[in-house]
């Protein structure tokens, strides 16, 4: 048994370490929400479902976290050196619209605080991830 | 015979310029990586404000100089107005040579030098951003609001119909500060070369002037032979609590052993740190996609600010710009 106790260990870890980020990211989920956007310049509060970790600079729609929604995304090819050489602005943004979602700025209520963030939003289902978290999830699926 | 001592040469001379770029640099990053003068700089606050969102816009430099005028100026600047007053990179030019809207929104995507956008605009004197908000997307795609403009520009000037409504949303949007009359009478009265500057003057009528201030730049050479001046100059900046532009190559993001002599990005230096676990000095750098820290692989990210290791900036750095 002692000896076969590091190779123990080893497999412990080596399962963990091959989960990547995702696994550990610890997602606080909100039922009732609100979320700011700018629309036709006016701002608008409407309410949500979301999670986000505890720096609250990743965002996700409660539904889509609840169906594991990510990992029905199919990976695009997106190159971010070539992207930024084109000039594209935000890379989120880019790529959420070649995965046919809209990207928004937006803000969103977090233990009484609005912070500042995005959203790549998908229809019909209205499920949405933050720009970022979205080429994070494309890197690793390619 | 004398094709053989031509390749020869050429080859020679090839060589001894990646001996010379390569060893130089190595020798250099081991003396920046273990520099004792790192002492502990954060410009952040309220002057500068949370990390701004460039949206579709490739505006990075645009952004970059709004901040470092915000930081100087104690207001916040609007980014969009910076480059609307600069033809050669809007639809204007656009319009002029009949491009196909696919390509102009292309054109109308690209940046512009930040030192040349704050030099430009220091007579006319600088836009709040709560006068010309920079960050609003609505309808989508902040680049489609400047394409949707021309394109009525262009209906305006050959008397066709136009959808009121729509019109009104696209303006309202883009310059918010002007009511639908006032915004189509500045755009039909506007000349093909002018219409965004004239509806960014309507916008900002109480803008901020300086006139003393002196922005000066430092390039890094090909052979990166000046790192250490370079490294000296920013510091000398951030000991003055005075932020620095940088324009770099975005290869950092996903690999810190990047290296390039291009540079296809602009942002600011607004710290600086000795970090306690490399025990390496680093950067903080400022960028403006917003406070995602999910874009930038191995760093440590607050906000949508990075700390990078001063080797990895030196070694993707173009130039840097700050005000005097």
């Not at chain 2, 600011?268 to 025990?279: A, D, E, K, S, Y």
Request: with cysteine.
């Amino acid at each position: 048994m002692r000896s076969k106790f590091p190779l123990l260990v080893l497999l412990l870890i080596l399962p963990a370490s091959l989960l990547g980020r995702a696994w550990a990211l610890e997602f606080t989920c909100i039922k009732n929400g609100e979320i700011k956007i700018l629309f036709d310049a006016e701002v608008t509060v409407e309410k949500a479902s979301y999670c986000t970790n505890k720096d609250g600079n990743i965002l996700i729609s409660e539904n889509c976290h609840r169906k594991n929604c990510t990992k029905q995304l199919k990976p695009v090819k997106f190159d971010l050196d070539r992207e930024v050489d084109s000039g594209i602005g935000t890379p989120g943004f880019t790529l959420c619209r070649m995965m046919g979602g809209k990207p928004e700025i937006i803000e969103f209520k977090l233990n009484e605080q609005w912070l500042g963030l995005d959203r790549c939003l998908f229809e019909p289902e209205r499920t949405f991830i933050d720009t970022g978290y979205l080429y994070q999830l494309n890197l690793e699926k390619n | 015979m004398a094709q053989r001592a031509s390749l020869l040469i050429r080859l020679t001379v090839l060589f001894t310029f990646l001996v010379v770029f390569f060893t130089n640099g190595a020798a250099e990053n081991r003396a920046l990586a273990s520099d004792d003068s790192c002492t502990p700089v954060d410009l952040r606050g309220p002057k500068l404000g949370p990390v701004r969102h460039q949206d579709s816009l490739k505006w990075c430099a645009s952004f970059a100089a709004a901040d470092l005028l915000s930081y100087r100026l104690g207001q916040k600047i609007s980014a969009v107005d910076l480059p609307l007053h600069q033809p050669k990179y809007l639809a204007q030019k656009i319009w002029d040579k009949i491009v196909p809207p696919k390509n102009q929104i292309k054109m109308a995507k690209k940046g512009e030098d930040p030192t040349v956008l704050i030099k430009e605009s220091q007579q006319r004197g600088w836009c709040l951003e709560k006068d010309l908000p920079s960050e609003d997307n609505t309808l989508g795609w902040y680049a489609s609001l400047f394409w949707e403009i021309s394109l009525l520009k262009y209906t305006l000037d050959a008397g066709e119909p136009f959808e009121k409504e729509r019109a009104c949303r696209y303006l309202n949007t883009a310059f918010p500060g002007l009511n639908y009359e006032t915004a189509l009478k500045t755009l039909e009265e506007a000349s093909l070369g002018t219409y965004y500057s004239a509806l960014a003057n309507q916008s900002c009528k109480n803008r901020i002037h300086d006139s003393k201030l002196i922005m000066e730049e430092k390039k890094l050479n090909l052979l990166r032979t000046n790192k250490e001046e370079i490294r000296n100059a920013i510091d000398q900046q951030l000991n003055k609590n005075n932020i620095v532009g940088v324009n770099y190559h975005s290869g950092i993001f996903k690999d810190s052993e990047a290296i390039s002599i291009t540079a296809n990005h602009t942002g600011l230096i607004v710290g600086r740190r000795l970090n306690p676990v490399t025990l390496t000095c680093e950067y903080l750098i400022r960028n403006s996609w917003g406070r995602s820290c999910s874009y930038y692989t191995g760093y440590e990210c607050e906000e949508g600010n990075i700390w990078f290791p001063i080797n990895t900036l030196m070694n993707n750095l173009g130039n840097l710009f700050y005000a005097k």
